[in-house]
C-alpha cells in the first residue's frame, strides 16, 4: 500500500521503527526525481534503511509506485523540503550517507535563496550526518560545481574523500535522468563525496513541537461582522512571517474559520483557525481546526496570537483575556 508520508503527518523527530520493519544505518536521497537511484540505493543496500525526500509530488506517487512494485520495505519516501526535514525529521549524528543528484536545475542568481547547497543547508547536513558518514553530490553544471566546491571544502567537518574537487566518473554508479540529459546536452557530470571528519560541529536539535495554542478573547461583534470587516493581514515576528488570507463565517453557529500561511526559517504550514464562542457571553477561543496536520510550531503560535490580536483591534469593546502561547 502507498504510504504518502509527508513532513506533517510523521514523527518528529522520525522514528525508524515506525517506519521500517526494523532498526538500521540510514541514508538518505534529497530530490530523488523519478525515483530510479533511490530504487537502486535500496537493492543494492539491503542493510540499510533508505529514506527519500522530494517536494514533487508526481515524482513521490511515481517513485512510491516503483517501491511499492518491487516491495522494497527498506525504502520510504517523505514529502517535504529538504531543509524542513534536516531540522525537524533527522536527529543529529544519524545518517551514514546523503545523495543529491543534481539539484537545483535552474541554477540562477535570483534563486540563491532556495539553493539546496548553500553553507547553512550544508552545516545542518554535516551535523545530521553520523561519524564517517558521506555526503554524496552530482551536478552537471559546470558553475554549480565551482559553487559546490566552495562551499563543501570550506565546511571545516566535512574532508573531501577525492584528490580533486571533483571526479568525472565513478565506477558502477547508475546514471540518473538529469545526468544523462546532462551527457546528452554536452555537460557531463560532476561528482563530489565529502566524509565526516572529527572536527566538532554545530549540531542543532530536532526542532520540537510545542503544546497547542490558544487564546481568549471577548468581543461585542458576532462571527460575521467580524469576517464582514475582514482585510489580508500579514505580520512578521520572532522570524516569522504569518499571513492571513482569508476569513469565512457560519453565522448560524457563530462562528468563524481563517486560511493562514505562516512561513517559519525551517517550515512553512498552510492551517485554518477556528474563532468560535465560548459559555461566557461575549467570549470567543482563537485555536487550530483539526483540518489538515498542522503542527504547533512556534509559527503557529504567532498565527494564532496574530488573528486574536487582530480581532481585538477591530472594536473598542474588544480585547484579549488570556493566551495559552509561547512567549
Ligand atoms: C533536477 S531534479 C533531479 C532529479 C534526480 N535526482 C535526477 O538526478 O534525475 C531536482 C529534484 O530535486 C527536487 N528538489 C528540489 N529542491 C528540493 C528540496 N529543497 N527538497 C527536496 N527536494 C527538492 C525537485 O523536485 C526535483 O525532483
Redesign the pocket.
Known sequence: MLQKLNYLTVDWPLKQERLFPSVAPLIVE?????GD?LVHLAESNPDCNIIG????SG?MERAEAKIEKRGLSNARLIH????TALSHLLEPETVRAFHI?????WFKKKHHRRR?IKPATVDLLTSRLAPSGQLRLATDIPEYAEMAHEVLSRTPGLSNRFETPWVKEIAGRIQ????IKGYREGRGAHFFCYERNSVSAQHPPVVKELDMPHLFLKSPLDAEEIVRRFEATRVHADGAHIAILNAYANPQRNTAVFEVVAEEPTIEQHVLLSLSPREEAGQYIVKLTGVGYARPTAGLHRAVAAVGEWVAGLDEGSRVLERKLRG
Not at 80 to 83: K, L, S, Y
Request: hydrophobic share 30%; aromatic share 12%; no cysteine.
Open positions: 534529497i530530490g530523488f526525481g523519478n537511484f525526500l522530494e517536494i514533487s515524482s517535504a523540503r529538504a531543509e543528484n543534481n539539484p537545483d536545475p539546496l540518473t535522468k538529469y545526468e
